[in-house]
């Protein structure tokens, strides 16, 4: 069971930046992707980035070259830094951990809402 808490999310005005983080706690698996997903208010939710245990990384077309994922794999967690945020950013951000050769053990954090005002 691994347990993931994500922090620093808030309000902010268009074009400004935040940073989020996610600690992750339990028996994790070394090989593993560490990803960030949104959610706003009466929409499913969906892909930002993801960080592979190697360092590799992938996003969503409407945060590429705004947005950078990274990890630290000796504190376990997991971040990621937003950059011209627009009003369309806003919504619920969850951190997911999904090991490679066990992926049903996938576990998700509660959250953290980032607000962006026009």
């Known amino acids: 069971q691994v347990r993931l808490v994500e922090s620093g999310g808030g309000l902010v005005q268009a074009g400004g930046s935040l940073r989020l983080s996610c600690a992750a706690s339990g028996s994790i698996f070394r090989l593993n992707v560490l990803g960030w997903y949104r959610q706003a208010p009466g929409k499913q939710r969906e892909l930002v980035a993801t960080i592979t245990s190697g360092g590799g990384t992938n996003y969503a077309d409407s945060v590429k070259g705004r947005f950078t994922i990274s990890r630290d794999n000796a504190k376990n967690a997991v971040y990621l830094q937003m950059n011209s945020l627009k009003p369309e950013d806003t919504g619920v951000y969850y951190c997911?951990?999904?090991?490679?050769?066990?992926?049903?053990?996938?576990?998700w954090g509660q959250g953290t809402q980032v607000t962006v005002s026009s």
């Open positions: 997911n951990y999904s090991p490679v050769l066990q992926p049903s053990v996938a576990s």
